[in-house]
C-alpha cells in the first residue's frame, strides 16, 4: 500500500515562495508515476504538475513558469516548488500516485494514492 505525506504549506504573501515535499512509502518512487493536485474552496481538484522524468514534466498552465515538479529518488520524495505565488493559488494541495506509466495526466481519475494535503494561502 502506498501512503504519501506532504509537508512545507503555509502562509505568504503575494510573489513569495514555498516548496511543497510529499514523502512516498510502500512503492518505490520510481515505480509510480507522481503528480501534485490542489483544491480551492467550493472549486473541483485540479492537477497542477505530474513528473514523469527530470525531463518530462507538465504543467497546468496556470502555473507554468512559476512552479516547478521535481523528485528525488534516494530520498523517495516529490517536490512542488512554488514560485511569485498569487492569491489564486491559495488552495489545499495534494500529492497524488498512480502504478507508472509512460504518459502524463493531471486527471484525478488517473491516480490511486492520495496524500492528506497541506494548506497554502496567499495573501495580496
Known amino acids: 500500500q502506498v501512503q504519501l505525506v506532504e509537508s512545507g504549506g503555509g502562509s505568504v504573501q503575494a510573489g513569495g515562495s514555498l516548496r511543497l515535499a510529499c514523502v512516498v512509502s510502500?512503492?518505490?518512487?520510481?515505480?509510480?508515476?507522481m503528480a501534485w493536485f490542489r483544491q480551492a474552496p467550493g472549486k473541483e481538484r485540479e492537477g497542477v504538475a505530474n513528473?514523469?522524468?527530470?525531463?518530462?514534466?507538465y504543467y497546468d498552465a496556470s502555473v507554468k513558469g512559476r512552479f516547478i515538479i521535481s523528485q528525488d529518488n534516494a530520498r523517495n520524495t516529490l517536490y512542488l516548488q512554488m514560485n511569485n505565488l498569487k492569491p489564486e493559488d491559495t488552495a489545499m494541495y495534494y500529492c497524488?500516485?498512480?502504478?507508472?506509466?509512460?504518459?502524463?495526466?493531471?486527471?484525478?481519475?488517473?491516480?490511486?494514492?492520495w496524500g492528506q494535503g497541506t494548506q497554502v494561502t496567499v495573501s495580496s
Open positions: 497524488a500516485a498512480s502504478p507508472w506509466r509512460p504518459w502524463w495526466s493531471l486527471l484525478t481519475k488517473d491516480y490511486t494514492y
Open positions: 510502500g512503492s518505490s518512487i520510481s515505480r509510480v508515476s
Open positions: 513528473f514523469l522524468s527530470a525531463a518530462n514534466t
